[in-house]
């Protein structure tokens, strides 16, 4: 019982093909695509609206400098956004319940945000591992510290994302097997159990799209230290 409760995180594969590839391109065939006309739909309307707040949000503490990466932190945020809501259904897989997919997605966006940093204020860069006012006795010890922490930053983006997705996913499959289970003996509990699932697939919805917010969220916050 309980390998199958993990089957849902195999990569599903048709005559030998994965199809995380699908799996990965599918979202963007949902997006609306904006037509030549003056006015919109409301769709097409709405969904320039959330993202141009979200650019807004997310790049108001970062400089001038730090706005070349709107492009990529908006199709980022939707792609992840979209990723996870759609994992959500019946029957489909979620690429992001994947920790090489997530850390494919980390460590390099992570390591191109310590290259800038290095590349264009190398001082400041490195000042980040030794806090001013550090006794001389802990400099060596705070270097070594600090070094990890920072290495550590594109782990904890992956591992992040995915657990959370993947205790999600377990967890409704966990009460949906005790409805099933419940419904000939006790129904009035099984009733009960299945309000509970639905209040959970409601905070899953939340927990997807705050996922892939934080997830950016982080980037944006290691670029800002490096521009």
């Known amino acids: 019982m ?115 940093g290095m590349s264009n204020q190398p001082t400041v860069a490195l000042g980040h591992l030794l806090p001013e006012g550090t006794p001389v006795p802990l400099i060596p010890v705070l270097i070594i510290i600090e070094t990890i922490s920072l290495f550590i930053r594109p782990l904890a983006l992956g591992v992040r994302l995915t657990a959370n997705l993947t205790a999600g996913h377990l967890l409704i499959q966990l009460i949906a097997t005790a409805v099933f289970v419940l419904m000939p003996m006790m129904p009035t509990v099984a009733i009960l159990t299945a309000v509970v699932l639905f209040l959970l697939t409601l905070l899953e919805v939340a927990v997807a799209m705050i996922q892939a917010y934080v997830f950016v969220l982080l980037l944006s916050l290691y670029l800002q230290e490096n521009v």
């Open 2 to 116: 309980m390998t199958s409760f993990f089957d849902q995180f195999a990569s599903p594969s048709f005559l030998g093909i994965p199809l995380i590839a699908i799996a990965m391109a599918l979202p963007w065939t949902l997006f609306p695509t904006p037509p030549s006309r003056w006015l919109n739909n409301r769709l097409i309307t709405l969904q320039t609206w959330f993202i141009n707040r979200f650019t807004n949000q997310l790049l108001m503490p970062l400089n001038v400098g730090g706005h070349k990466w709107a492009l990529l932190f908006a199709s980022l945020m939707v792609f992840l956004m979209t990723i996870n809501m759609l994992g959500l259904l019946p029957y489909t897989f979620t690429p992001t319940t994947q920790l090489s997919l997530n850390m494919g997605l980390a460590v390099p966006l992570w390591l191109a945000t310590v290259i800038i």
